[in-house]
């Protein structure tokens, strides 16, 4: 065995997505071995793929958590710890004091990140946009030290089959997806495309006062019908939408653009760099209802340029988020980690 993958991860959201698919496209010799809860979702949806083997993983302040790590780590049968989210980026790194394991951390988000101790420890950090890079290198860490490796995307064998004006936003119904924002972009889309729908996919604290809000605006052509896998939900999809006021990439606006769906984004994060604006989709500033509301009605009422961005989407999202070369990337900075470049 060679890398043990650490994850504190119970639940299935984008970022678990993407770990999954890395998993199953990594060369077998670097596919290694996850330690992940025991008895959560996630891990029970990965038997199969690689030796799975449950702890607690639960963060920084779970000493049991990091003794069971730790003694997988002192066991001498990992050359390499990749940690992929915040809570087991902590445990793994008391886990491998002492060890001279080499410690991989994914961040997948663009947040602030803070500095100290428990970024100097990290031998390489991947992120998946160059915002990611951006906090890392305010928070203190050096660049030769942050690699920045896009998501992801598993293509589904047939494009998205728009079924009339049918717009969706993948996100969980939380404050940082900032689904406000969208609902009242969506009272000026009413008001010029009054057959449009939006479709919000995801569930999350939110969707109580989501309801709510809808009702108060009066709109009519708004659904939430709840979790559903991606692919579904972008099926008949003629238009993908997401609002965020923070985000590291956008994995299910990747998504849409490799099922040859334009989309319109706020330029929070890396959104931007998920799309190309003007070419396969629009970005509007965050927090503006009226730039994302125009954009919105500008890809509605014109067939023609919302056809060629999603033909462009397409052919961008095959080589930017193909999974043979995102797996190739992960497997470079792991050579390079324990080559000592």
Known sequence: MTVLHVTSAREWRGGENQLAMLLRHLPEEWRGTLAAPANSPFAGRLEGVLPILPVRSAGFGDIRSVLALRQ????????????????????????RLGTGVPLVVSRRNAFRAKGGWKYEAVDRFITVSGAGRER??????????ISVIPDMVEVPPEPAVPSGQVVVCVASLSNEKDHETLLRAWQQVEQHCPQARLRLIGEGPLRAELAALIASLKLRQVELPGEMPAVGAFANASLAVLTSREEGL????????????????????????????????????????DAIGDAIVRLLRDDGMRARFGLAAADRAAVQFDPARIAAAHVDVYESVLSGR
Do not use: K, W, Y
């Open 250 to 289: 956008g994995s299910a606006i990747c998504l849409a653009q490799a099922m040859g769906i334009a989309a319109v984004v706020t330029d929070a994060g890396g959104l931007p760099e998920a799309i190309d604006d003007g070419r396969t989709g629009i970005v509007a500033p965050v927090g503006d209802p």
């Open 72 to 95: 997988l780590v002192a066991g001498g049968a990992f050359r390499l710890v990749h940690a992929h989210t915040s809570p087991a980026h902590a445990a793994a790194l008391l886990a």
């Open 136 to 145: 890392l290198l305010n928070a203190g860490v050096a660049d030769a030290r």
